[in-house]
């Protein structure tokens, strides 16, 4: 940092999804606070109902952003800049934080910045290990995305490949919900793929092997095709004819051990094409799943790179990733203006703009 640069403290605010979070970052002292609320009310519903969900974030964005400021014990006053998610996300929860940043910032005149979503996750990880060298490849894998990029430093990016259908988490979820598991199904298919030992029962298909993009609808069809293949699903009345508790188990244990052969497999094509990288990074709500971590951290041992995955809190969505990256962008001079706006789109060509 340019020691001439006076102390950025940086508001952040998540809102794209379910999640309302906030946190303060210092460009001085590193995390200062970090305030999430998980709304518990879409796990009845099987997944996430937007319009509860822009609701609770308009109920819970101001008690939250003020436990944030609190637990930093600073003012508002104190603040220099308010970084907050613009894209991609659900449209009305989006536009609750952001709304209510431009509020703040226009009142108490601070400055504005804009954060694409995936650009938090992909810099998740130095919130954990600040000194992650680059360049560097990043996986980013939860319930809305699915992504990886090579990162040669903050705000330079080359995306190599994403999802064209569903994202992984949200897999974890379909699946589950196929076998009668609860929402969200990643933790609930790792906790029965362990009782299982990871052992892989029905192989599924790994899909195209020569392209650096995802497909996971077409796995998600191979576990359907296959239990009705064995007599276990009535497609007609849509419903699964075998209850068992070992039924469910091996699907989740093939299930996982499945999707850490594909990201392996995705790994092991990029570094052909890009031998220069020094880490990788494995970030997102389905980095939480220690099995697939430890895949991955083995994948990077093998080729003699280190490997960094951040706890479930800077995994998951989160305001401190946002509030890390805002900061940086501020120490870089990039603010929005007055007329930022939201924007739902997933996945954008220019390099810089992840
Ligand atoms: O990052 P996140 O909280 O929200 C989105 O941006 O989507 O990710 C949530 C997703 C869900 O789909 C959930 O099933 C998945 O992350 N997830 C997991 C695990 N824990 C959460 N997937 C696999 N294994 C886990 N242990
Ligand atoms: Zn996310």
Redesign the pocket.
């Known amino acids: 940092m340019n020691q001439t640069t006076p102390e950025q403290i940086t508001l952040g605010i998540e809102t794209s ?1 379910d999640e309302t979070s906030a946190a303060i970052y210092s460009s001085e002292r590193g995390l200062l606070s970090h305030t999430i609320f998980s709304q518990p009310q879409h796990k009845m519903h099987g997944g996430v109902m937007p319009e509860i969900g822009s609701r609770t974030q308009l109920e819970k964005i101001n008690p939250i952003v003020h436990q944030a400021l609190d637990q930093a014990n600073v003012t508002l006053d104190d603040i220099t800049n308010i970084g907050v998610t613009h894209k991609p996300g659900l449209p009305g929860s989006l536009l609750v934080g952001l709304c209510f940043a431009k509020a703040l910032a226009w009142e108490k005149k601070k400055k504005l910045i804009g954060i694409n979503h995936l650009e938090g996750h992909a810099f998740s990880a130095f919130l954990q290990y600040p000194n992650i060298p680059f360049p560097h490849m990043c996986i980013t894998a ?3 995305h699915t992504a990886m990029y090579v990162i040669n430093g903050f705000g330079d990016y080359q995306m190599l490949g994403h999802t064209v259908d569903d994202a992984a ?2 897999a ?2 379909k699946i589950a919900r196929l076998v009668g598991l609860p929402y ?4 609930e ?2 906790k029965r793929a362990r009782e299982m030992n990871f052992k892989d029962f029905f192989s599924y298909p790994r899909g195209k092997k020569d392209t650096l993009n995802f497909s996971f609808s077409g796995l998600k069809t191979a576990v359907l095709y296959d239990l009705v293949k064995q007599g276990k699903f009535n497609l007609v009345q849509k419903q699964l004819l075998d209850d068992s508790e070992e039924l469910k188990n091996q699907v989740a244990s093939s299930f996982l051990v499945c999707v850490a052969d594909i990201f392996e497999h995705k790994l092991e094509l990029a570094f052909q094409e890009h031998p220069e990288v020094k880490a990788l990074t494995f970030v ?3 980095a ?2 220690k099995y697939i971590k430890q895949r991955l951290a083995d994948f990077a041992q093998k080729r003699g790179i280190e490997f960094f995955s951040p706890r479930a809190e800077f ?3 989160n305001g401190a990733m946002i509030a890390f990256v805002a900061n940086y962008k501020a120490l870089q001079g990039k603010f929005s203006d007055m007329s930022l706006d939201i924007s739902t789109n997933k996945h954008h060509k220019h390099q810089s703009d992840l």
């Open positions: 999804c939860s319930g809305g988490g949200e974890f979820d969200p199904g990643g933790p298919i790792e997102g709500g389905v939480c799943n995994c998951t969505d």
